[in-house]
């Protein structure tokens, strides 16, 4: 990790770069949190580092580890199931409103979108993948003019891109799910609100089966993560 230059926002610099890591496998499920180790490696005193992992244990991506100290919370894929299940009724309606009101602005900037996740798809690039995963369908949320969806997906998408980058990190061929996008963002072009509805449920149904199977075929080829997830967490960073 590089030391980030210290401004008002640092908390915020901070938690972004620890999500990051933990999006990004560096930190795996089960991986203990040490506060000094972070601070160092970062280049900021402790107080920033203890306040971004407070928020991040608030928000259930870190847990208490036994005894003290914190561990990255293990990915249940009961739990990312429902989180799925919730995903698929909200992304649904961000569809329907979107296509409702704004297919004039979808064609406009939507196409650019698309582009951007192809070529993260061929650059084998995990994490260009998340953030233009993530830039789509904030774009739809952003076009559904509902001020109420985006807050309600926050807590959402800080556990998909956990779940994504469990997934991509070990996937030799990355799924591309812009053919996907490229049909809803066409029926919100159009107006359709029950077919993008449709669309938009299906794309987060079919991207759940998806990454649960995978998560389980890697939990099962791991056998520290599996045993995390289980509950039997242990301690895998001195």
């Not at 100290?69 to 409103?97: H, K, S, T």
């Not at 064609?107 to 979108?113: A, E, N, P, R, W």
């Not at 003019?145 to 996937?171: C, F, Y």
Request: glycine share 8%; charged share 25%; hydrophobic share 45%.
């Amino acid at each position: 990790m590089k030391a980030i230059e210290t401004t008002p926002k640092l908390v915020e610099q901070v938690y972004k770069v620890l999500l990051g890591e933990i999006s990004g496998g560096t930190l795996r499920p089960g991986s203990r949190i040490i506060q000094e180790q972070l601070a160092k490696e970062l280049g900021v005193s402790r107080q920033p580092i203890q306040q971004a992992l407070a928020l991040l244990r608030n928000q259930g991506v870190l847990v208490d580890a036994p005894g003290r100290g914190l561990l990255v919370a293990p990915l249940d894929p009961d739990y990312v199931r429902n989180m799925y299940d919730m995903r698929a009724v909200i992304e649904g309606l961000a569809c329907r409103r979107a296509a409702e009101l704004n297919g004039k602005n979808a064609k406009i900037k939507g196409h650019s979108l698309i582009k951007a996740g192809l070529k993260a798809v061929s650059n084998h690039s995990f994490r260009e993948m998340i953030a233009a995963d993530m830039a789509f369908h904030h774009f739809i949320y952003h076009l559904a003019e509902n001020p109420l969806i985006p807050p309600a997906m926050e807590s959402h998408w800080l556990n998909t891109q956990r779940v994504m980058g469990e997934v991509l990190k070990s996937d030799e061929q990355p799924r591309n799910v812009w053919t996907q996008h490229e049909a809803i963002l066409e029926t919100i072009v159009e107006g359709d609100g029950a077919a993008a509805e449709r669309l938009g449920r299906e794309h987060i149904t079919q991207a759940a089966d998806f990454m649960i199977a995978r998560l389980m075929e890697n939990l099962a080829n791991n056998p520290a993560q599996e045993a995390a997830a289980t509950g039997k967490v242990k301690l895998m960073r001195a």
